[in-house]
């Protein structure tokens, strides 16, 4: 694990918050008004007057960081150890001496923060699906245990604790995503691959049924592999980067012990953005 001073003081962090939050310039967070000025500080942090509304704030209004009293290095360090090495909340818990419930609140107000992905899709498009283990974690049951979907044979489903995610690679641009779905059907296939740019969309799926109906849709050119035949290659039509994209990521949620249901979408989302700041050069 890295050291907590990589962020420095409290000082450096607080600088490194302005410059982030306001590269573009400072904008009332209730108003939007850039007619701003300074008034004192809070603590580390700078403090403004907006002349719009004749309301002050500072560098954390409005942001995730807000009205807690934990160290700002702290929450940096937490977003950056979770982030880059996957670090479990029980394990941030010991490395900056918060509490557990503590730590679970603002990293969850991070991951909500993160935007959706947007799929404005190029072509050739590679589409396959991949099933996580995801159950009831942190809430009550009234109904005895059950064993966990993962114990069954076949594909998963949602009511079985295994949901569907599906992973899509936009050859066009490079663009990679991961999608939480309730189930692997046609009308999911064709909500995914809905914004694209051209038609007929290319797109390369392995010999799962749910596609089938993409060749009889002028909307798409669908080419496929059949695995079960021990076809996974024929030039250029495959799903092998789909299949590498996903592979990685049970290995991102194995730390966290099992995902709720409820909060799959907030950890792809951390994942999803993992996977681009690694993906960028420096």
């Given at each position: 694990?890295?050291p907590?001073?990589?962020?420095?003081?409290?000082?450096?962090?607080a600088?490194l918050?302005?410059q982030?939050?306001?590269?573009n310039g400072v904008t009332?967070?209730?108003?939007r008004s850039?007619r701003?000025?300074?008034?004192?500080s809070?603590?580390?942090?700078?403090?403004?007057?907006?002349?719009?509304?004749?309301?002050?704030?500072n560098?954390?209004?409005?942001?995730?960081?807000?009205?807690s009293?934990?160290a700002?290095r702290?929450?940096?360090?937490?977003?950056?150890?979770?982030?880059?090495?996957?670090t479990?909340?029980?394990?941030?818990?010991?490395?900056?001496d918060?509490?557990?419930?503590?730590?679970?609140?603002?990293?969850e107000?991070?991951?909500?923060a993160?935007?959706?992905p947007s799929?404005?899709?190029?072509?050739?498009v590679?589409?396959?699906e991949?099933?996580?283990?995801?159950?009831l974690?942190?809430?009550?049951?009234?109904?005895?245990?059950?064993s966990?979907g993962?114990?069954t044979?076949g594909r998963?489903?949602?009511?079985?604790?295994?949901?569907?995610?599906?992973?899509i690679?936009?050859r066009?641009?490079?663009n990679?995503?991961?999608i939480?779905?309730?189930?692997?059907?046609?009308?999911?296939?064709r909500?995914?691959?809905?914004n694209?740019e051209?038609?007929?969309?290319?797109?390369?799926?392995d010999?799962?049924?749910?596609?089938?109906p993409?060749?009889?849709?002028?909307a798409?050119?669908?080419?496929?592999?059949?695995h079960?035949?021990?076809e996974?290659?024929?030039?250029?039509?495959?799903?092998?980067?789909?299949?590498?994209?996903?592979?990685?990521?049970r290995p991102w949620?194995s730390?966290?012990?099992?995902?709720?249901?409820?909060?799959l979408?907030q950890?792809?989302r951390?994942?999803?953005l993992?996977?681009?700041?690694?993906?960028k050069?420096?």
């Open positions: 694990m890295i907590l001073d990589v962020f420095g003081s409290e000082s450096v962090a600088d918050l302005q982030v939050r306001w590269r009332c967070p209730r108003c850039d701003t000025v300074k008034n004192g809070y603590g580390h942090f700078q403090r403004y007057l907006c002349k719009n509304c004749d309301r002050t704030f560098d954390k209004t409005g942001t995730i960081f807000a009205h009293k934990v700002l702290k929450w940096l360090f937490s977003i950056y150890a979770f982030l880059r090495f996957n479990s909340l029980r394990q941030l818990q010991l490395e900056i918060v509490q557990y419930k503590t730590i679970y609140q603002r990293v107000r991070f991951t909500k993160l935007d959706a799929l404005d899709l190029v072509g050739p590679e589409i396959d991949v099933y996580v283990s995801a159950g974690k942190g809430r009550e049951r009234d109904g005895r245990s059950r966990r993962l114990s044979r998963g489903s949602y009511e079985q604790d295994k949901p569907p995610v599906f992973t690679v936009d066009g641009t490079g990679r995503y991961v939480p779905a309730k189930s692997a059907d046609e009308s999911t296939v909500l995914l691959l809905a694209r051209k038609e007929p969309l290319t797109v390369y799926t010999g799962f049924r749910t596609y089938d993409l060749d009889e849709d002028d798409f050119d669908r080419e496929y592999v059949v079960g035949d021990g996974y290659a024929n030039e250029d039509v495959h799903v092998n980067t789909c299949e590498s994209h996903g592979s990685l990521l949620l730390p966290h012990r099992g995902v709720s249901k409820d909060k979408t950890y792809l951390a994942f999803q993992r996977r681009k700041l690694l993906r050069p420096g």
